[in-house]
């Protein structure tokens, strides 16, 4: 089975137009719609704009002294 994505906005009453799909007439297709939660919009990219962690030296060794009590 092959899937197409299309993003649409729907127009008057739930209307949803799509066109130059890859089928022919009489081609038996199966239509699933999604909903997109408008609280989603930057689930796709969640550390956009967050500074990354900067480790001045990642593989030095940690002694037992070096940890925080209770960490």
Do not use: C
């Amino acid at each position: 089975m092959k899937a197409i994505e299309e993003y649409v906005v729907v127009k008057e009453d739930g209307l949803i137009e799509l066109s130059e799909l890859p089928v022919k007439a009489g081609d038996r297709v199966k239509v699933i719609v999604l909903i997109r939660d408008e609280h989603q919009n930057g689930a796709r990219y969640p550390l956009r704009g967050v500074q990354p962690y900067r480790f001045e030296d990642p593989t030095s060794p940690v002694a037992p002294e070096d940890w925080e009590p209770g960490a």
